[in-house]
């Protein structure tokens, strides 16, 4: 796979250079290490959100930051999880006095690293609480839900979770109402390809030409099945009977969907599969209150894409129709 960079090694430090200066208006970089904030952090009175991850899936996590959603990034290097200094630093950046707010996706290095930056955090005196999500219903069953690795519902959990902050709510109330907002929320995807490596080379997996896989994670983590590749209405029937049966959504539920890009899936492909995703919801009579169609959740050039769907209740939904404006996902109130 060609791709546009200089060095492997230094991909991700440019990466973050080239988004600094197209942002400098509104960003800022934290100390000399790729923790990135908003201009104007950390503000008074309001709970700080901090998000991160690793590179690779832009524009989560490093273009969420800004007006409605989060305050600041700890920024990894591809797939791979910040380090606790980033994550202290992206932290120090996001305390306006009212304590500080972790929402990053399940998985073992950055759970390490930010329950060490947390510790850190204490020590200097910022209170700090967690959010993992975990909304990939492929990667462990309902029984063990809370093993389960997070996708690409962190763009909604991600938008309550500003919302929730800015009503300057405490940490307490902050982390349980984004709390509910993770555990209703649900995602799966399929792979088709695999992607690229920029700073090796290397494919994450392999996959035959003819070939898809439901449930691949966003590194190439093993789905639940191979298959050959099916039309977007069969795949797309497939994806959302996983997704319905698990919360489970049902008649008259009103939820958010997504139908998000892995890299290389197409909008035409995309608006075909929400097409199909809108018929079935439809014909459960499962009301769709908005829908969001696009790249959220990268995995380089990867061809595939997953489906997100939230339960909503009526602070979710009041929450959700909080203005955003960041340099990746904008929101205006309905």
Known sequence: MKKLI???????????????????????????????????????????????????????FLEFIGEGMADAVAHGDIFAAPSPKVALEATRAADGGEGVLYIYGNYEGDIMNFDMAAEMAESEGIKTETIRVRDDVASAGPENKEERRGISGDLFVIKIAGAKAKTCADLDEVKKTVEKARDNTRSIGIALTSATLPNTGEK????GDDEMEVGMGVHGEPGVERTEIKKAEETTQIMVEKLIEDLPFKKNDEVLALVNSYG???????????????????????????????????????????????????????????????PGYKFFKK
């Open 264 to 326: 290389a899936t197409t909008r035409l492909e995309l608006h075909i599969v929400y097409n199909e995703l809108s018929k079935i919801l439809e014909k459960r009579k499962i009301d769709v209150y908005n829908a969001e169609v696009g790249a959220y959740c990268t995995t380089q050039e990867m061809a595939g894409c997953s489906i997100t769907l939230m339960k909503l209740d009526e602070e979710l939904k009041r929450l959700y129709n909080t203005d955003v404006n960041t």
């Open 204 to 207: 994450t997996f392999e996959i």
């Open 6 to 60: 200089n060095e492997g090694d230094k991909a991700v430090d440019e990466c973050v250079e080239g988004f600094l200066k197209l942002n400098k208006g509104t960003v800022k970089r934290v100390g000399d290490v790729n923790a990135i904030a908003r201009r104007e952090a950390p503000i008074e009175g309001k709970v700080g959100i901090v998000i991160g991850g690793g590179a690779g899936h832009e524009p989560l």
